[in-house]
């Protein structure tokens, strides 16, 4: 299966990164040698085989409802939460404005 | 069924609803990280290194969360899934840090179930129905975007982004504004009575997506629209019928009807559509590879349903067979939790204050409770202090009405007072005069007084004239100031007129 | 605004000699894509040395050639002082910028930790089983106050308020930071060539020649750092092979432990089912040191195993009598280069002579392994990567009237690499809508199958012995050109990968040209004691020596 021009753009969009026209003529064969590939895939019978839920056998534990039980996990850490923020204002994280 | 129907210009047009309600799940921490859920703190504040989808941060599911999902399930009657689990919904929004809600999609926790709506003919409910409930999944909340502070930048508040939601989707078997509306209403309770959200629209912790679509009766689904956050029964109600008339206005002018996303403006009482993303719709949902799955095992699940509660249909019945109510006052109090609650705790201290049986005080209990007392606190307003309103105020009131001491009237005064001063009831009936006289000699006396007074009157009862006996009674209630019990007075009056 | 420092500015302030003014003119010309700690480490500072009031015979670049075992007990016993220890590879560090092995050099971090060992020591506290031992950490393990990049411009400056849960444990264990070591961008790669910070070159050389080779990937700077003796250990973060390939080209050894023995709490994901950190040492007996301090139960992720992490340095044992060792048949492929091939069949023979019985058996689906593991690997990083947007930290890119979605893209366009951006975009197809079912789930049925074919095999083994890569180290830039070709390198360590099992290798000698080879071990899960002990007995046969003649 081959994915054309359009669809590849369609996708970059899906994901948010901005693809100039020459972006997209290296990264259109690219992309499909990649799916070209990964396509041998098909020829596998899975039947009756499930999807790989977690790779060792593993449940999944619940934590206790506790509010800040670990400094780790917890809150009021406004300032470490937004020290690295490009743009913060008034305890806010800014963006551009949005119209909704 | 219903027989809702919209006349258009061609003819019937039958509305179709499904409700998709998000409810916040009652816990103290977040749904994948440990701050807390409360509301109303300071920007940010609330927002661990999780919530912000820090580089290498992880998720470990709150227990609590899932154990309020598997309750409501069960409270719905649902099938619970012993084997669930996560899956990312990939999007970009600003208020949505990790680039991905972590949902469940493939394999919810709460399977089918239904809910039953009573009937109502005020409200438009000819009968009973049962709605069915597709699945109740969990996920997280997202952040809140603030637009005005600033002119060219919005906000960004992740305060409550992570919360834990439920996903309560309901089958398309609504056909009237009313089933939507009384939909709502009912799960609102149910999550109340089950604790597992506190149900506070206002607040946004309970709101609906609306899913409305028209046809003629009898022919297959129309195209829906989804009106978002839909945030009182009423608003779900106007939703539908607006919605369902511009559906049919559309559909009737030649136009089709759009799958799309509306929002509904409370202000003009009209939906418009929200600008939609070309790819709004494509959220590459797949496992979340951060998470196992979630088995939970029978201990867990006996937990659950132990710790249910009786719920609203159970107590309904129960209020009607055991304790004898009418089904309007049963429908009344098991409405609301805070109501059935002061009932209950009434019945109990006033059934305990006269050692009686609750079944033999329940009329007169739920009749204080629905009318008598929130009529007295309705007239007094401001003046009442409702914290004075205790139940062992109320069962000492009630107590000595049963016993005669003071009659309905002077109930009502004595609960005024209370109300106002949060004085004790039996104090204020002996200080203030409130009460009725039982005292057997003092009661002859003043008949003796009475029938001295009027010996003709007297002469002409004893002829016949059984009428004169009301005369009497008004005479002694009006020379004991109304204090005398009415039923004693009776009898003596009986006795000395022979 | 929050304002973002001037990094190659703060830096020059901080430096006052001849070394600083010299650094300051090369971040000029690298137009300041190096970048400190937020602290402003001095980097590659020799300036601690006057604190030592020792004569020391040893001269400092001997201590270079020491492991982690050698240092800590070297420390407990009095022969050095950690701070010697943490001197002599400041120094290397200092002296090794060709091979671009460090990102960020924290030559203070590794001084402060030492001093906090030696004086434990003077003060006669425990020691820690890494005490006095300093590491290169993966530019991928959040580090609290140090910048933390995954070789990215997208997180060029970001300043963890928090520390991963593995260097955590190092740092409890004794060990100190050295600095950030170079990767791949976000771990993807095989070569260390797409790291943003440019790419690690190898200490090693083909014999006669001095074109540079690559130092294998992602966790290049880790075993450039190793093997060139800027470092005594570092951590590695393996995905589909990213610390056994990487190990083998270098001539040093690393283990990825069965999927869930190291937290991956505090690393930045790459594909969350799939990555695991590891240890990349000198031998397997460090390896086996190191491993237990990183591993163990982390409350914080939940795919980490809840149990007792063993004593793997006590148990290490090279007496493999009675144990069978599996060969898999699919393995012998085209492509596997005949000096790989040799080493494999030494390996097979240094076994046998350790007590193993040698069994071949069948990986049936061994073929699918790469196809599954690059749908898998790009699909699960789609997501893990959308986080990096521009709000909350990282780079923003703003064009002049851009709405929110346009900060988006453009913000991923300028912050994300090539490779990068392409497996992001695969990431995104495959799970876009209608090729859910086709690609992802097909692959994941397929992870099933191969990971079923390992369950099989290890009834008739206890560990499987197979080659680590392909080819030894091939030349930078001689696969840069096509990105499948590039792929094809990990087609014996992404079955591993993808069945969660425990992996190591182990240099196993040199080739004709002088570089080294690697045997790998797979073991079942949780047994790393089986894999480290068939590890060793390889180690004490094949007599690995050899490294890599100074020339940078």
């Known amino acids: 299966m081959s994915v054309d021009r359009a669809t590849v753009a369609r996708i970059a969009s899906l994901a948010r990164i901005n693809m100039s026209e020459e972006d997209l003529d290296t990264l259109v064969p690219e992309f499909n040698n990649i799916l070209n590939f990964v396509e041998q895939l098909s020829e596998v019978n899975v039947e009756g085989v499930e999807p790989m839920t977690s790779v060792i056998p593993n449940h999944q534990r619940l934590r206790e409802d506790k509010v800040n039980a670990d400094p780790l996990t917890g809150g009021d850490i406004r300032d470490k939460v937004l020290a690295n923020a490009p743009a913060a204002e008034h305890g806010f994280f800014g963006v551009p404005k949005v119209i909704e | ?498 | 605004m929050h304002p973002r420092p001037n990094t190659a500015f703060s830096v020059c302030r901080k430096l006052s000699n001849d070394d600083g003014l010299r650094r300051l003119r090369r971040y000029a010309r690298k137009g300041g894509k190096r970048r400190q700690g937020a602290q402003g480490f001095i980097p590659n500072s020799r300036l601690g040395g006057h604190h030592d009031t020792h004569i020391r015979t040893r001269s400092v670049t001997d201590l270079t050639e020491l492991g982690i075992k050698a240092i800590r007990e070297g420390v407990k016993a009095g022969d050095f002082t950690a701070r010697e220890v943490a001197e002599a590879f400041n120094a290397s560090v200092a002296g090794a910028e060709k091979l671009n092995a460090f990102i960020t050099a924290t030559p203070e971090k590794a001084l402060a930790s030492a001093d906090a060992v030696d004086a434990d020591r003077a003060a006669g506290k425990a020691l820690g089983s890494m005490a006095g031992v300093p590491l290169g950490i993966k530019d991928l393990f959040a580090t609290e106050g140090v910048q933390t990049s995954a070789a990215s411009h997208i997180l060029e400056g970001f300043t963890p308020q928090y520390e991963s849960t593995v260097s955590r444990k190092l740092w409890e264990a004794g060990a100190g930071m050295l600095g950030k070591v170079n990767l791949d961008q976000f771990a993807m790669g095989s070569s260390n060539e797409s790291s943003y910070f440019g790419e690690v070159v190898s200490p090693w050389r083909k014999q006669g020649s001095d074109a540079k080779l690559a130092p294998g990937g992602s966790s290049g700077g880790s075993s450039a750092a190793v093997a060139a003796r800027l470092a005594p250990a570092a951590t590695g973060t393996d995905t589909g092979g990213s610390i056994r390939q990487p190990a083998a080209f270098t001539g040093i050894t690393g283990i990825k432990p069965t999927y869930g023995r190291c937290s991956r709490w505090g690393i930045v994901a790459f594909a969350s089912s799939l990555d695991q950190a590891g240890p990349m040492a000198k031998d397997v007996t460090d390896c086996a040191i190191m491993l237990e301090a990183m591993a163990g139960f982390d409350p914080k992720d939940s795919t980490s195993l809840d149990m007792p992490v063993p004593n793997w340095e006590a148990a290490l044992s090279a007496d493999l009598k009675g144990k069978k060792v599996g060969i898999p048949k699919e393995y012998r492929m085209d492509g596997l280069s005949a000096d790989v091939a040799k080493a494999w069949d030494d390996g097979v023979q240094w076994l046998k002579d350790a007590g193993a019985e040698v069994v071949e058996i069948s990986l049936p689906h061994t073929k699918y392994a790469l196809a599954s593991y690059y749908i898998i690997a790009p699909a699960e990083a789609s997501s893990n990567l959308a986080r990096y947007d521009g709000v909350r930290y990282g780079l923003r890119d703003l064009p002049e009237g851009a709405n929110l979605q346009d900060m988006y893209a453009a913000t991923r366009a300028a912050g994300f690499g090539d490779e990068v951006k392409r497996r992001i975009l695969i990431g995104t197809y495959v799970l876009s809508a209608g090729f859910y079912d086709a690609y992802y789930n097909q692959a994941q049925k397929v992870r099933t199958l191969i990971q079923r074919d390992f369950t099989n095999a290890f009834e008739q083994c206890d560990v499987i012995l197979a080659p680590t890569a392909p080819t030894a180290a091939f030349a930078l830039g001689e696969k840069t050109g096509d990105p499948l070709e590039m792929y094809m390198g990990d087609v014996f360590s992404v079955p591993a990968s993808l069945a969660g099992l425990p992996a190591m290798s182990v240099p196993s000698g040199l080739n004709a040209e002088g570089l080294p080879l690697g045997l790998q071990i797979i073991g079942k899960p949780f047994d790393e004691q089986g894999v480290l002990n068939a590890g060793l007995a390889l180690e004490e046969r094949a007599g690995f020596t050899a490294k890599p003649q100074k020339w940078w």
């Open chain 2, 1 to 498: 069924m219903s027989n809702y129907r919209i006349q258009g210009a061609t003819g019937e047009w039958e509305v179709v609803i499904g409700l998709e309600v998000h409810a916040q799940v009652t816990s103290e921490a977040k749904l994948f990280s440990s701050s807390s859920t409360s509301f109303g703190a300071e920007p940010n504040t609330q927002v661990s290194l999780i919530d912000a989808a820090m580089p290498g941060m992880l998720p470990v599911p709150n227990q609590e969360c899932i154990r309020q999902a598997v309750r409501t399930g069960m409270a719905i009657n649902a099938q619970i899934n012993k084997y669930s689990r996560f899956d990312r919904k990939n999007y970009f929004y600003a208020d949505l840090p990790q680039g991905y809600q972590i949902s469940q999609l493939y394999h919810p926790i709460v399977g089918e179930g239904e809910l039953l709506i009573e009937a109502d003919e005020k409200a438009g409910l000819p009968e009973d129905k049962v709605i069915g409930i597709e699945r109740i999944h969990v996920e997280q909340d997202a952040g809140k975007l603030m637009h005005d502070q600033h002119p060219t930048m919005s906000y960004v508040d992740l305060n409550r982004c992570g919360v834990a939601l439920m996903e309560i989707v309901s089958r398309p078997d609504m056909t009237s504004p009313a089933e939507a509306g009384a939909y709502l209403a009912k799960l609102r309770s149910i999550l109340r009575y089950v604790g597992s959200c506190d149900g506070n629209m206002d607040q946004g912790s309970m709101r609906a997506d609306v899913n409305v679509s028209v046809r003629r009766p009898g022919e297959p689904f129309g195209t829906r629209t989804e009106t978002k956050n839909v945030n009182s029964v009423r608003f779900v109600m106007q939703v539908v019928e607006v919605e369902a008339r511009r559906q049919v206005e559309l559909i009737e002018d030649g136009g089709t009807v759009v799958q799309e996303t509306r929002l509904f403006d409370p202000t003009s009482g009209t939906t418009r559509s929200m600008r939609s993303k070309e790819d709004a719709h494509d959220y590459r949902y797949f496992p979340d590879p951060d998470l196992l799955p979630v088995e939970l095992d029978d201990a867990f699940l006996q937990e659950c349903k132990a710790s249910l509660p009786e719920l609203p249909d159970a107590k309904r019945a129960r209020y009607v067979e055991t304790l004898g109510l009418t089904a309007y006052n049963a429908r009344e109090l098991t409405a609301e939790v805070e109501t059935f609650a002061r009932f209950e705790t009434l019945l109990a201290e006033t059934a305990k204050a006269l050692g009686k049986d609750e079944a033999k005080l329940a009329t007169q209990v739920a009749n204080w409770s629905l009318s008598v007392a929130p009529g007295v606190l309705k007239s007094l307003g401001e003046e009442a202090d409702p914290a004075h309103s205790t139940a062992e105020a109320q069962a000492k009131i009630l107590k000595m009405q049963d016993a005669g001491e003071i009659s309905g009237g002077q109930a009502k005064e004595i609960y005024e007072i209370v109300l106002k001063t949060g004085r004790d009831p039996e104090e204020v009936a002996d200080a203030e005069g409130l009460k009725q006289v039982s005292d057997t000699g003092a009661i002859e006396a003043k008949i003796d007084e009475v029938l001295a007074a009027n010996q003709d009157k007297v002469e002409q009862y004893r002829g016949g004239k059984d009428k004169l006996f009301g005369f009497f009674v008004g005479q002694t209630m009006k020379a004991t100031q109304g204090k005398a019990n009415p039923q004693v007075v009776n009898e003596i009056l009986k006795q000395k007129l022979g």
